[in-house]
């Protein structure tokens, strides 16, 4: 049982999807606006966070909630289905997003997967590619992958979000920070890197795709 934080301004989604996660057995806390929110974090274990809210918007809440409490999973919902808004979430600190309208039990479900997940202590195994974050390795057929530091955070942050696009001005942000004066290029030389040491076939690569025009996803399986 986890104390759960839903924080929405639709009193429809704490009715519906507060009765899925009591009979999950969690406890649900409530708050209908950013600043209601800000004022209950101290006693939740996860959140469930609107990007939309009064007062104080949901990035703005996510921003906070890692300022001061960096191992609590945000789940981030959104009425809007754009790439964009999205990432802006997981920019902000959210661990995953649910795109509005939403099934109550995949919401729990997700809920689940994170606090099972605990932070970095998950591997993502996709086939034959294993990544451990806390340890910073990545496997491929069982072989460690040596990966530099910036080629190990690139792969992870395109395989922690299977089938989302970014843009490479993204990619450096969150790469190698929003103060790099990069380029590009740096972005598709560390992509080709990557590539090469995962054995991809250009024309047909099994893990990352090129998204002409825009930049890279990590292929959904």
């Known amino acids: 049982m986890a104390r759960v934080l839903l924080v929405d ?4 989604i704490h009715e519906v999807l507060g009765a899925y996660l009591r009979q999950e057995g969690h406890e649900v806390l409530e708050a209908r606006d950013g600043a209601e929110a800000l004022a209950r974090l ?3 274990d996860v959140l469930i966070l609107d990007l939309m809210l009064p007062r104080v918007g949901g990035l703005e809440v996510a921003r906070e909630v890692r300022r001061n409490y960096p191992d609590m999973p945000i789940l981030m919902l ?3 289905g754009e790439e964009e808004e999205r990432i802006q979430g997981l920019d902000s ?6 795109v509005k309208p939403f099934s109550p039990r995949e919401v729990v479900a997700r ?3 994170l606090l099972r997940r605990g932070g970095l202590k998950d591997e993502l195994v996709f086939g034959d590619l294993a990544l451990r974050p806390a340890e910073r390795i990545a496997r491929l057929g069982g072989e460690v992958l040596p990966l530099s530091r910036l080629e190990f955070d690139l792969l992870l942050t395109l395989a922690q979000h299977p089938g989302l696009v970014w843009s490479r001005d993204r990619l450096l942000e969150r790469v190698w920070g929003g103060g790099f004066p990069g380029v590009d290029r740096v972005v598709d030389v560390h992509i080709a890197g990557l590539r090469k040491k995962l054995g991809e076939d250009g024309d047909n690569p099994r893990y990352i795709e090129t998204v002409r025009g825009v930049g890279y996803r990590f292929r959904e399986e």
């Open 9 to 12: 301004d639709d009193p429809s």
């Open 42 to 44: 101290g006693s939740a």
């Open 78 to 80: 959104t009425a809007k």
């Open 93 to 98: 600190g959210a661990d995953d997003y649910v």
């Open 111 to 113: 809920v689940r997967a």
